[in-house]
Nanobody
Framework: VQLQACGGGSVQAGGSLRLSCVSSGPTFSRYGMAWFRRASGNEREFVASIHRSGGVTNYADSVAGRFTISRDNAKNTLYLQMNSLKPEDTAVYYC?????????????????????WGQGTLVTVSS
């Protein structure tokens, strides 16, 4: 599985951005997907995840209510809609994938649960 993230950029506080992550291969619908981010000097942290069916999503407390994760299995694409951006959202954002069985809803927020990673896209939010 190869992942290609895009959509990052510079925006003022309160603005919006939408990140996309395109996956190669014909079995995108069998993968749980997630977004993580790493701010300068910090470790990679969980942002949001979506189950392979798209029916279950999870969010970090810091982004809940402002970010929305979604997927289009027909287009092999994962999205992250980011609204009401804050300077503390500044980071490199990574998409990640893991093969999932339908009944597995565990470990969605663990970095080590995801073997496949995109290259990252930089989001900069100025005050």
């Amino acid at each position: 599985v190869q992942l290609q993230a895009c959509g990052g950029g510079s925006v003022q506080a309160g603005g919006s951005l939408r990140l996309s992550c395109v996956s190669s291969g014909p079995t995108f619908s069998r993968y749980g997907m997630a977004w993580f981010r790493r701010a300068s000097g910090n470790e990679r942290e969980f942002v949001a995840s979506i189950h392979r069916s798209g029916g279950v999503t999870n969010y970090a407390d810091s982004v809940a209510g402002r970010f929305t994760i979604s997927r289009d299995n027909a287009k092999n694409t994962l999205y992250l809609q980011m609204n009401s951006l804050k300077p503390e959202d500044t980071a490199v954002y990574y998409c990640a994938a893991r093969r999932l069985i339908l009944t597995d809803y565990t470990n969605y927020n663990r970095v080590d649960a995801y073997p496949y990673w995109g290259q990252g896209t930089l989001v900069t939010v100025s005050s």
